[in-house]
């Protein structure tokens, strides 16, 4: 009888043990050019007041101003501050001790994308163009492996993302920029291909982030992609076009993304209580009025050529960049002061950990983990 016992204990330890090493996912979301003073601070008083940016202050200032830095983040991204952050971690707090940048000598987006999706830093990608990147992302990595085949995916608004994951050469699923979707994906597929060749957008080279987070969505219920990224592209475009109103909307619509997003993994089988959600942006902005709609470091503007007389110490503070983060794979630690800068080239480490992966067997030039926010 001790002995049947002592089985049936091993086995469901054997069984347990497995179950907590279950394959993981990992859904990654990006927020282009989110200042972290909007993420920790809310709206900005000096600019929410500026007439240069905003055409109603005061219709402006009933959805968005208040009081303390607290009410301000409720009213703008309630559920990253008030959900994610607390019940998971964030990072990038600067007033506070806690600090992340890019490594990245640029500051802008293509540099930030190709390292938050290698781990790696390139100088040599030191433009937006279209390019097709020399490097490998963790998408591409991953795919080789046979457990991951078919199974990572990436949609963006920015019609740049076929060339940053390379897809003539890594045959990783992206759908960025003004493509449709496969109309039998979902039932709702063709009107909306309709309506986004119908409802023209502002920008010419990015689509309003609506369509990409609901292709997105569709696309991980019907395929069930183990890594599956989401950049949502609006918040930096109004940014550079100096409207600060249509910033801030487009982060609160961003942050209703975010939570719809987190409550269909929790829902869904397969995603539900296995699936970790991560949270960043690829550059910051300016910090003041006279450059909050701008990113480029001083090596940037000079080599480049794209205004080092109006600004020759660069765009000051566009390195700095936030993160947040919440799952299985993640500690419940809230903010996390920084002993260290943290950099982005440590989130494609952090993706794959979350993933169950050792990062230096899929590529050890990438940098660390963040190990402060893993389990």
Do not use: C
């Not at 940037?300 to 390195?319: H, Q």
């Amino acid at each position: 009888m001790k002995t049947i016992i002592k089985v049936i204990l091993f086995s469901l330890s054997v069984l347990a043990s497995n179950f907590a090493t279950a394959a993981q996912n990992v859904v990654l979301v990006t927020l282009d050019g989110v200042r972290w003073q909007e993420v920790f601070n809310g709206a900005d008083n000096s600019l929410i007041n500026n007439t240069d940016f905003v055409k109603k202050p005061e219709q402006l200032k009933t959805q968005f101003w208040a009081k303390t830095a607290n009410e301000r983040q409720q009213l703008l991204m309630p559920f990253l501050t008030q959900v994610v952050a607390k019940q998971g971690v964030i990072i990038g707090d600067r007033t506070n001790g806690s600090n992340i940048s890019v490594s990245n000598p640029w500051y802008f987006s293509y540099p930030g994308y190709n390292e938050i999706l290698t781990g790696e830093v390139d100088e040599n990608i030191n433009s937006n163009n279209k390019v097709l990147n020399p490097n490998k992302t963790i998408l591409e990595r991953l795919d080789k492996l046979p457990e991951f085949k078919g199974s990572t995916a990436l949609f963006g608004s920015w019609d740049v993302f076929p060339y940053i994951v390379n897809t003539k050469r890594s045959n990783v699923y992206v759908n960025a920029g003004f493509m449709s979707i496969e109309e039998n994906l979902f039932t709702d597929a063709p009107l909306l291909n309709a309506l986004q060749n119908e409802i023209p957008s502002p920008w010419y080279n990015v689509r309003l982030d609506s369509f990409t987070y609901r292709f997105a969505k569709a696309y991980m219920l019907a395929k069930k992609p183990k890594l599956l990224v989401i950049s949502l592209g609006e918040t930096d475009d109004f940014a550079h076009d100096g409207h600060y109103d249509q910033y801030l909307k487009s982060a609160r619509q961003s942050d209703a993304f975010i939570k719809d997003l987190w409550a269909t993994i929790q829902t869904t089988a397969g995603y539900k209580n296995n699936t970790t959600l991560i949270i960043t942006t690829d550059h910051g902005r300016g910090n003041n009025a006279n450059d909050w709609q701008h990113h480029s470091s001083k090596r940037a503007l000079a080599e480049l050529e794209l205004g080092e007389n109006t600004y020759p110490e660069g765009i000051v503070g566009s390195e700095h960049i936030w993160l947040a983060a919440i799952g299985p794979a993640i500690k419940g630690r809230g903010l996390i002061k920084t002993k260290n800068e943290l950099k982005q080239a440590q989130i494609a480490a952090t993706v794959l950990k979350a993933l169950g992966q050792n990062p230096n067997e899929i590529n050890s030039n990438m940098a660390p983990a963040i190990s402060e926010i893993l389990k």
